[in-house]
């Protein structure tokens, strides 16, 4: 059809623009009904259409269909094959294929070998994943257009940070060949953070956003700063270990033991292709499960040697088998704060999105990780949460209504930086205040992180008036440990520290002591003053004035700081180079 790239695009007003996730495991389409997005299902009911084709005597299956033929036709099927986009056959890891069609070397690409055409007799096609994603792209926008009665013209799709631009390419070019215009390929994390600071309740506040994007193949954690609307990714990790696909092999691990303890003999249903993908469908339709319910059911007719097979299993009991995924996650969001030099007291949010994000162990675990007073949101946490599976579309869909009445070269030009890494002051910004105690503290005006150029005001009170000093220094915090009082511990005897607890049962006490010491000691984030940056002295103001710092960051870091009282004449004005 199109040779793509070259092929001019709708004219903005007769597009209908979409926002699509396209993931390696499932994708979602989403659109702006009422200023709100919404998800759309597919023909199937669908809202997560497993990203799959599978080919039948030449009719082509997508979606959930193609998903339930991974035990009956697993050759002619293909899944998990986005990751592969973009990429040389070398640098791939073709794990999660064992099971479906195998990825194989061609030429610079990697392609797939199908019977996608009618007859017995008819020589399979050897497909490179660029037209494998085209025709599931064809797919999900061609469900996208029946359900809203108009051809989809267009789309913003989300993909992992660490895509690199040779993928966004192929991405692009393989949506085109479908007929679909990529307004623009935005983050799967900013269009998370976009789906919630779009709600209608949401406050547009400065913030630290951790999200942890947990799909079926990868685990992808950012943390991002949002200033004054401004998303800045200030780092991010991936992994492919600790993800939804790890759940499933706990799980299949433990009922294919469990069928064989109760069938001396059978053999292992993990053995055996066929057997190996009932087992894996059942899993995870029991891990789903296992996230709404405290007991779930597992059963597969003719699991292996013709005996049927059927079992339960409780939240606790899978909680236990499946604790190592769950430690990896926290190592996740471990690193990627470590990674970005910061500190969970300095979080704000936590956004939990992806699939594996239904889980409540992984939300309550975050839940210990953070500080009370950091928001955890997650559907077992928090009940206005968003579905974490459709966090991404409706991001996707919010992005497409802002940008779809642009041209393409002005999309392009306008909106790359706002969502990617964007230049930031590394420290906060800020001025000098004395407390009540008469302490110099810091009082932070531009928060560190913010994206630059910015400006931000802040009112010095000055109780006493007259000539007024304003001290613009630099700020950083740091964590203040409050080690709790040590314990007097003579023998187990004498624990006269320990008085808060009193109404503990004394008995076995000091048997515990030494463990609950870490419990109790209490972390803070308090702002230690850096280097000053201006004095400006700010001459005769009223008694119970007010003086008014302006500061203004450039985009080459560069700080104009403006001084003056509020409602009086003139002021102090001063810029200082980066
Ligand atoms: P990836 O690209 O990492 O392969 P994805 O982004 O394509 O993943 P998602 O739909 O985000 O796909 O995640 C898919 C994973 O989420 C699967 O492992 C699926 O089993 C899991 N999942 C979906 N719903 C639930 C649920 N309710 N409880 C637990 N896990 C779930």
Request: hydrophobic share 40%; proline share 4%; aromatic share 6%.
């Amino acid at each position: 059809m199109s040779d793509n790239g070259s092929k001019a695009g709708p004219e903005p007003s007769e597009r209908t623009a979409i926002g699509i996730t396209f993931g390696n495991s499932n994708s979602s389409i989403a659109y702006l009904v009422d200023d709100k997005a919404e998800v759309i299902a597919n023909e199937d009911g669908d809202r997560q259409i497993p990203t799959i084709l599978s080919y039948v005597d030449g009719d082509e299956y997508y979606g959930q269909q193609a998903k339930n033929f991974l035990v009956r036709n697993p050759k002619n099927t293909v899944a998990y094959f986005r990751d592969f986009l973009g990429k040389e056959f070398k640098s791939i890891d073709p794990t999660h294929n064992h099971a479906s069609a195998h990825p194989q070397e061609s030429g610079e690409t990697v392609s797939f070998t199908l019977k996608d055409k009618e007859g017995e007799e008819a020589e399979p096609s050897t497909l490179p994943v660029s037209e494998i994603a085209t025709r599931y792209l064809r797919r999900l926008v061609g469900s996208a257009s029946e359900y809203l009665g108009k051809k989809v013209t267009s789309a913003v799709i989300t993909v992992p940070t660490n895509f690199n631009e040779k993928q966004k390419a192929a991405l692009v070019a393989a949506a085109a060949a479908a007929d679909l215009e990529v307004l623009q390929v935005i983050s799967d994390p900013v269009a998370a953070v976009l789906a919630y600071d779009a709600r209608p309740e949401a406050k547009i506040e400065d913030k630290i956003v951790v999200v942890a994007d947990l799909g079926g193949t990868r685990s992808d954690v950012a943390v991002v700063a949002s200033r004054g609307g401004m998303y800045t990714i200030l780092a991010t990790v991936h992994d492919y270990e600790f993800a939804g696909v790890a759940l499933d092999k706990v799980l299949m691990d433990h009922f294919a033991k469990e069928f064989m303890k109760k069938n001396s003999g059978a053999s292992d249903p993990r053995e055996n292709a066929k057997s190996l993908a009932k087992l894996r469908l059942e899993a995870e339709a029991t891990k789903r499960a296992l996230s709404l319910g405290t007991n779930a059911s597992f059963s597969v007719e003719s699991l292996a040697d013709g005996i049927d097979f059927a079992s339960t299993i409780n939240r606790l009991r899978y909680e236990t088998i499946a604790r190592t995924v769950f430690e990896g996650i926290n190592r996740l969001v471990d690193s990627a704060l470590k990674k970005a030099g910061l500190d969970v007291l300095d979080v704000d949010e936590v956004v939990l999105s992806g699939g594996t994000s239904h889980t409540p162990r992984i939300a309550a675990n975050f839940g210990y990780i953070f500080p009370q007073n950091t928001r955890i949101l997650a559907p077992s946490t928090e009940v206005t949460a968003i579905n974490p599976s459709e966090l991404g579309a409706r991001g996707a869909a919010l992005q497409a209504s802002l940008i779809q009445d642009y041209e393409a070269e002005d999309i392009n030009q306008s909106t790359h930086a706002a969502v990617t890494t964007v230049p930031h002051v590394t420290n906060a910004i800020g001025v000098i205040s004395v407390n009540e105690a008469g302490e110099e503290v810091f009082v932070p005006v531009v928060p560190p992180e913010t994206a630059v150029p910015a400006r931000r005001t802040v009112h010095v009170s000055a109780p006493n008036g007259g000539d007024v000093l304003v001290k613009v220094v630099e700020g950083n915090t740091h964590i203040k440990v409050t080690k709790p009082e040590p314990k007097v511990k003579e023998n187990g005897d004498s624990k006269a520290a320990k008085v808060e607890d009193a109404d503990d049962s004394d008995e076995d006490d000091s048997d515990f002591s030494d463990d609950d010491e870490e419990e109790e000691e209490k972390r803070e984030k308090v702002w230690k003053i850096g280097s000053t940056l201006a004095e400006a002295a700010v001459k005769g103001v009223k008694k119970n004035g007010k003086v008014e710092v302006s500061i203004t960051v450039n985009s080459d870091l560069s700080v104009l700081v403006t001084a003056r009282e509020v409602g009086g004449k003139g002021g102090v004005r001063g810029t200082l180079s980066s």
